[in-house]
């Protein structure tokens, strides 16, 4: 029985939902917490999270109107989606294509802002959520939080003002979406997830793209020592690897699989032969490329500043990969221990009720999901405690 509504004068009290939404726009895929009520009688609690490709290409109104056609009535999905809203910048229709189908042979594009393309993220996964996995026509109340990079930090005001611009009318898969209203926005650099789990005053977020050091005092950030730690991620090593690699986030994910031991398995994935020279070419290179890569970063994690700092939170899929060295580096060089957010990844697997051996999942996610958390009409969830301080990262 779906929940009554009133288009006005009837008498019925419309069902207004309440819907949190945390998004974190990063470069190796857009990752999104959701905690919100379902529309349907008697409106339950949901609590989702998803992994969304990062492609995105902004098209001309007539390739977006083919694409349209050519969908026809399929409703798409996450991995194709198009998007169009009115730029408050120019006052113009821009359209977009999110997903897998935007995709393009190479390596990933990081040199743009991430805020160029977080208007067309955030609504493709606003519009996906309402149209197609709630399918809604009621009014929700949205709190909303986006975690950008601190050195675009100084846009969040900007991005504010576009989202409540343009939230209440918006396209998706060229369905109109005007049920939503913003209750609340909230806009933070990435690594804040960290800080609010733990109320660190260092922690330090390795992503696919770079590394991201926040320092603060009395709960505050000081931008000052905090920094952004260029070409430091898995996209600045993987295209050190000395081996034809044509689809990077698929590299990505295979180097991660593989592990220290660099099995065959998941390895052989990346070759276009099953050859047992070609499979040692590529171990060989990858671990040349592993040992030089941190030989020329390892300077840049040595000039942070470490006053009065003896455990570190740190997250991330690069620093899961990279583990063993990021131990190392901190014990001897700063007599810090790293802290692996061992009961935020517990906490999420089971809040989300995920299986085990989804290790890189946890690392990607433990940022994004304390914030969102932190954001209002979030439940608590309590979940038994594990060691966290220390301890040794197997991968």
Known sequence: MKSPRSAGGDGVTPNVLSWTVGVDVGTSGTKSCFFGESPEYPFKPIEKFFLVSPYVRELTQATYNDALEYQ???????????????????????????????????FLQVASRKFEFCLAKVFGLLGYLVHQYLQTT????????????????????????????????FE???????????????????????????????V???????????CFNSGKLNTKLSRTLPETGMHDFIRSIRFPISNELQAAKVLSLAGRKLKQKPLMELTQT???AEFEQLQQAIRQAHSQYWVDRRSQFSSLTMSNCQTLPVSGGTAHYFSEELNQLFAKEFKVQLHWCKNLHNEFRSRFNLGFGNDELLYRFADPYAYTVS??????????????VGESVNV
């Open 172 to 202: 998706f898969n060229g369905v109109a979406i005007r049920n939503m209203k913003l209750a609340t926005f909230d806009c933070k650099p990435e690594g804040y997830g960290l800080f609010r789990a733990y109320s660190a005053e260092r």
């Open 204 to 214: 330090l977020l390795i992503g696919h793209r770079d590394s991201t050091w926040l």
């Open 375 to 388: 954001l209002p009409a979030v439940e608590r969830y309590e979940v038994k405690s594990v060691a966290v």
């Open 72 to 106: 026809g009535d399929s409703q798409g999905s996450l991995d194709s989606t198009l998007v169009s809203f009115i730029n408050p910048d120019s006052g113009e229709r821009v359209f977009w294509e999110l997903g897998e189908t935007a995709a393009r042979p190479g």
């Open 138 to 169: 009621d009014a929700i109340n949205l709190n909303l939080g986006v975690l950008l990079p601190l050195n675009e930090l100084e846009d969040r005001h900007l991005l504010a003002q576009w989202i409540r611009q343009t939230i209440n009318d």
């Open 274 to 276: 099953r050859s047992q």
